[in-house]
Each structure stands twice: as C-alpha cells, then as structure tokens.
C-alpha cells in the first residue's frame, strides 16, 4: 500500500510534512520506544505518540533508529504535544524518511485497521487478477487477449513495443521515438511525455520489450509493474517454443558446415519450415558490448535483438560465429527471390527479397544504435534456394557480419562483400595499415616536406581510371601539371602507374586506413 492511498482517506485528515507519498509500506506498528529498532523488519509505517520526545536531540536518535531498520515511512500524532516537533521533520528529512502528521481525534487503532483493510483488499484484487490471468492462459489466449484483459482491469491503456520500435501489442504513436527512450533511459520506469515507460523482464533492453503506459504512473508504478508482469509471463511461455526451434536451426547449421548428405539437409531444412524450392537467406549476428564483463555473449544477444528485428518470425542459433539464422524469402519478387516456393514451409517469412530484408534489418537497427555501448553486426547473404546452399550461404553471410564488425556495426549485405572491401577485412588490420604505410609513406614525406600534393593526385588520377585531362579538370591545374606529378610519384615509390597490378595496389593502399602523416 501507499502512503498516497492513505492521504487519499478524507476521514483520517492526515497531513505529509516530508517525504514522497508515493512511498509503499507493508504493514503498521506502534511504538513510542525511543530506540525501537530491535523490534522493526523494515517497510513498516511506524506510528508515535511522541512520549520518548523530551529534546530536539531525541528526534535524531528515534529516526536513526527507523532509517536503519529500514521502516517506509513515519506517522507522529498530536495527541501529546499539540504539534509534531520542527526538529523531528528536520530529522526526518535529512534521513529521507517520509513524515505524517496524525491528527488528535484519530486513533492510532483506527489507521492501522483501515491500512490493514486496504491492503488485504489490494492482495485480493492482486490474487483475483492472477486468477483469472492463469484461466485464459489455460484456455489458451494469446499475448493481445492478455494485455487487453489485464490492462482493463487495472484500468491502464498503452501499448507493448520492441526494443526496435515495433508494436507488439497495443497502440502508441511514435513506437520508435519511445524505444529510443526505453534505450537509452538511465532507470526504468521513467516518464517520456504523456507515457510511462516500464521494462518487461530482466533481459537485456537490447532484445527486450518495453511497456508504454498512457498517462503519467510514476506515482502508481506498482500498477504498471503488474501489467509488465504479465506480458513478462506469456512471452516467458513463448520463449519455450522457441528454445527447441533454435535447436533445430542449430542441427541444420551444424549439419551443412559438416558437410552431411542431401538428403538429411533437406529434411532439416523443412523441418525448420523452408521447402526444397524455397528461396530463403542467411543472416549473421553479433551485437559486441566492449569492456563488458556481464551479460549474454555477443552471439547470442546478436541473434536474439535480429529475432526482434524481424518480428520474432524467425529463430537464430548462436554459435561460436555468431548467431545465424536461414530467413525464408517470401512474396519476393524483386529479382532477389522469386518467392515460387512451394509453400510446403510452415515458418514464419519476412516477406519480400532480400533487399526488402535489409532494410528491415537496418530500419529497426537504426534504433537500437540509441543503446550505448552496444554495436550490433549484421551480415546478409544472397537469396538461396535448396539445403545445398546452407553452407555458402553461412559463410556469406559470416563473410558480411565481419566487414560490419569492421565498419563499427551496422547491415552488410552480400553485394558489398564481393569487393575490394572484402579482402580487405579479412586481412588483418596491421597487415593492412603496414602495407599502406609502405607503399604511401614516399609521398607523404615529400608532400610534408615540400607543401605539395601528390597523395591527393593519386588519389583522383586513379578515381578517374588514369585519365589525364579528367584528372587535370578535377584537380583544377595543367594537365602537364598531373603528368609532372604522375612521374614524380613512379619515382619515389618505384611503382609504374601505367600498369593495372601497380593501379591497384595504390588503390587498396588509398582506401585503408590513411597511416599517420
């Protein structure tokens, strides 16, 4: 109960001197002791009569008491001396210690039995509501007939939202802006505008869920603490179910890279819910926390904020890789998949090809970016069609998750690793910075030595695929002026930039990191 129900009693005329109403306490007790802390088990409303006041000095000795017993709240009547001390209000201040001021014509009997009254009331409407929460999920109702169900009764309205701002359940405007919220909020609840933002579970906010409570209930949190509960109860449910498909997406992944025969391929891959002739696309993830010590590793967090990302259709299986996850493609018809399954798949689909896929990966990852401290990789391979193509497009995929490790996180996705950037992250980043240093090192020293410009030139001569007068155009000089600084280039590095090998190692060298100058 709280002390604001209390005040709430127009009968009981009691007065807050100090403190915050929003205070909850379990339980009255009665003393006028003055050291009564040996009898205290902390989160009572402690009621006096203030006949251990004789001095201002006893006031702190009697709160000290309270505060280390760890007592919700303090009532002090005015039977005995007409008022409630001004010190003992200072007392009670400094410890933050909630202060009431009882009136002499009410009985320190009277407000215990009405306490008592209100909270056996509250435990009965608490234990009447798991009642009934227990007999619709017997009778098997869904997420949405619960949260309707429970929000009625507890007469709230808002919405349940992913951490990516997807509505769950409910309705809320700007579902991403309060995701963002949720993100970032330093303690939960918190008040964002006209909703108060709770967390559902104790999971990482990352891949969890967020409760949006229409209206401010900063003051009546327990009630929003409750309807989180009880989302909190039906996704642990659902949560089950999907262990045992993570295990089956685990046996397939397992079984590809081990090269097992086709026949057993195709049976896993229908018993996770693609057909033979199915397009479908593989996702890698890791979501990378640096410094943390606490928490999930970075692939099973990785693959269990892309199971949000993609509206829980999907399950990924995490591995010493990252969590991977074979995403079917359909309704695609953008030249990516064709969608022309057979239908036979009883999964979830992500609807479209995998360009549609990727932005729905980088969408909702755009706003778990807020998190800080938090870097989710995604890599995407090519759409795929039949078990035989599980294991190319698990390396694909891997292949594109680590160029985004390279990037500092984000969606890769399997057009961009066929590049020059792919070999580039899979080179080892001081093999790379000691080649570039190398090869560019001549010109940097000279351009610092003499105010000139030749990195530049480089740099624009090969953009412009060795064109001279192009190159002359963009850098605004002389076209003899590039062919002045070309040689002068060949002879500090010995390279020859008429040839397509030397071209290109500059090219590599160039979009590296630049070595320090």
């Not at 409910?170 to 108060?196: E, F, I, N, Q």
């Not at 069609?385 to 500092?408: F, I, M, N, P, S």
């Amino acid at each position: 109960m709280r002390l604001s129900d209390l005040l709430a009693i127009e009968d009981l005329r009691l007065t807050l001197l100090t403190g915050d109403p929003a205070r909850e306490f379990a339980g009255v007790y009665v003393t006028d002791l003055p050291e009564p802390g040996r009898y205290l088990a902390g989160g009572e409303l402690v009621l006096t009569g203030l006949t251990w006041w004789r001095e201002p000095g006893d006031s702190d000795r009697f709160v000290a008491a309270l505060a280390e017993s760890g007592v919700a709240a303090l009532g002090a009547g005015q039977a005995l001396l007409g008022h409630v001390p001004d010190d003992l209000v200072a007392a009670c201040e400094r410890a933050g210690l909630p202060l009431l001021e009882v009136p002499v014509e009410v009985s320190f009997r009277t407000l215990a039995e009405l306490a008592a009254g209100r909270q056996a009331g509250d435990a009965r409407d608490a234990l009447g509501r798991h009642h009934r929460l227990v007999a619709a999920l017997a009778e098997g109702a869904g997420l949405a007939e619960l949260f309707e169900l429970t929000a009625a009764e507890l007469g709230v309205t808002g919405a349940v939202l992913s951490a990516s701002g997807e509505v769950v359940v409910g309705a809320a405007d700007d579902p991403a802006g309060l995701a963002r919220t949720y993100l970032t909020a330093p303690r939960l609840p918190v008040l964002a505008g006209k909703h108060t933002i709770f967390a559902v579970g104790r999971g990482h906010r990352a891949a969890g869920w967020a409760l949006a409570c229409d209206g401010d209930l900063m003051d009546r949190a327990d009630v929003g603490y409750e309807l989180a509960a009880c989302v909190g109860l039906e996704r642990s449910r659902v949560e089950e179910g999907r262990r045992v498909e993570r295990r089956l997406a685990e046996q397939l992944i397992v079984a590809a890279l081990a090269g097992a025969d086709p026949a057993e391929l195709n049976a896993r891959l229908r018993t996770c819910g693609i057909g033979a002739s199915e397009p479908y696309a593989v996702v890698n993830a890791v979501a990378v926390r640096p410094g943390a010590t606490r928490g999930p590793d970075p692939a099973t967090l990785g693959g269990r904020i892309v199971e949000e990302l993609l509206g829980r259709e999907i399950v990924a299986a995490a591995g010493a890789d990252g969590a991977v996850a074979v995403v079917p493609l359909r309704e695609g018809s953008n030249g990516s998949g064709d969608g022309s399954g057979d239908g036979s798949g009883t999964g979830g689909g992500t609807g479209g090809g995998t360009a549609e896929l990727a932005a729905r990966l980088r969408a909702g990852a755009e706003v778990v970016a807020a998190l800080p401290d938090t870097r989710l990789c995604v890599g995407l391979s090519g759409a795929l069609t039949g078990a035989a193509a599980v294991k190319g497009g698990v390396e694909e995929a891997g292949h594109a998750r680590r160029l985004a490790e390279d990037r500092a996180g984000g969606v890769v996705t399997s057009d961009e690793i066929y590049t020059h950037a792919l070999l580039l992250a899979t080179v080892p980043s001081d093999v790379r910075r000691s080649f570039s240093r190398r090869l560019l090192s001549p010109l940097l020293d000279y351009d610092r030595r003499h105010q000139s410009d030749l990195v530049r030139t480089l740099g624009v001569f090969l953009d412009r695929a060795g064109s001279w007068n192009s190159c002359a155009e963009q850098l605004h000089v002389h076209v003899n002026t590039v062919r002045y600084r070309v040689r002068r280039i060949e002879e500090l590095t010995g390279r020859d930039l008429s040839t397509m090998a030397d071209r290109v190692d500059f090219f590599l060298a160039l979009r590296d990191t630049a070595p320090p100058l």
